[in-house]
């Protein structure tokens, strides 16, 4: 199946930074990239999709200020956790689509956000 | 309000047994439906998808059904192995452009 990496798949980070993740497409353009935060024996929860050269739609409850989502190219779009606090700690994952609307998700492998 | 629903939310069964994990949705007019397997801590590994117009797909030990007139797909797991613990998640893609639908999952152990 197509490669999706999410980078760093860990970091620790004091409060107030800022961090970036990754999500990268190695093997496919993705037009569309998703964000999804998942807390401890929970399900994913959508956060915003990531459109190429257009900005995101978050989901409702999401604060688009705090999480910035650039997609500036067909494979790579970013998060950034902006000013992190304790409660921003979660497992955030990446995903991207294959063949347009009724294509096939592929994952990344997730990345873990510690903000002491 | 479109959910998913997954049943069992939790599963314990020694290896060799054959397995059937349930999940059912609320939207009629689905563009397809996926099962995946997460490990924990670890991101979504994709087992199955089912298109709109599929009613079945298989890929070795594994059998995912699609029954979107009464809303529910199932995943049949053969002669379970401990190396198929992990939690599985049933997704669809709606009819709402851009939404994406995720069960809580099934957490799955086998053991020896």
């Known amino acids: 199946g197509a490669v999706v990496s999410q980078h760093p798949s860990w970091v620790i980070c004091k409060s107030g930074t800022s961090v970036k993740i990754e999500c990268r497409s190695l093997?496919?353009?993705?037009?569309?990239m998703f964000w999804y935060r998942q807390f401890p024996k929970q399900s994913l929860m959508l956060m915003a999709t990531?459109?190429?050269?257009?900005?995101?739609?978050?989901e409702q409850g999401v604060e688009k200020d705090k999480f910035l989502i650039n997609h500036a190219s067909l494979t790579l779009s970013t998060l950034t956790v902006t000013s992190a606090h304790p409660e921003d700690s979660s497992f955030y994952i990446c995903s991207a689509r294959t063949g347009g609307e009724t294509g096939e998700l592929f994952f990344g492998e997730g990345s873990r956000l510690t903000v002491l | 309000k479109q959910e998913v629903t997954q049943i069992p939310a939790a599963l314990s069964v020694p290896e060799g047994e054959n397995l059937v994990l349930n999940c059912s949705f609320t939207?009629?007019?689905?563009?397809?439906l996926q099962w995946f397997r997460q490990d924990p801590g670890k991101g979504l590994t994709s087992l199955l998808l089912?298109?709109?117009?599929?009613r079945e797909q298989t890929s070795g030990r594994l059998n995912a059904s699609l029954d979107k007139s009464s809303g529910r797909s199932t995943l049949y797991i053969a002669a379970s192995q401990p190396g198929d613990s992990a939690t599985y998640l049933c997704?669809?893609?709606?009819?709402?452009?851009?939404?994406?639908?995720f069960g809580r999952g099934t957490q799955l152990t086998v053991w020896p």
């Open positions: 990531s459109n190429e050269g257009s900005k995101a739609t978050y």
């Open positions: 093997d496919f353009q993705a037009t569309t």
């Open positions: 997704y669809y893609r709606g009819s709402t452009l851009g939404r994406l639908y």
């Open positions: 939207d009629s007019a689905i563009y397809n």
């Open positions: 089912i298109q709109s117009s599929q």
